[in-house]
């Protein structure tokens, strides 16, 4: 058989499986701060599902939880304490232009 007509195989490497991020006996719930921490960004944002690798009804219970631990100020709507640092050291000097005449 020519190696143009050969109908495409499949690699045979085995993959290693990840563990899921939520056990089974772990509860999803607005006091689990060790769990939901895991969920969220740097910055404070939920993280999509695709990246948590969760399951739907997992990342609905997820961002559920974490909306009631930010309405009970547990967790910060906004982490915005890295932005403050770099704003601070630098200075505008746009608005500072003199006309000559």
Known sequence: MDKSKRPFLKSKRSFRRRLPPI????????????????????????????????????QRLITIAIKQARILSLLPFLNNEKQFERTEST???????????
Not at 29 to 46: P, V
Not at 49 to 58: A, D, E, P
Not at 91 to 101: A, H, P, S, V
């Open 23 to 58: 056990q089974s006996g772990d509860r999803i719930d607005y006091r689990n701060m060790s769990l939901i921490s895991r969920f969220i960004s740097e910055q404070g944002k939920i993280l999509s599902r695709r990246v948590n690798r969760l399951t739907l009804k997992q």
């Open 91 to 101: 200075t505008r000097t746009t608005g500072l232009r003199t006309r000559t005449k």
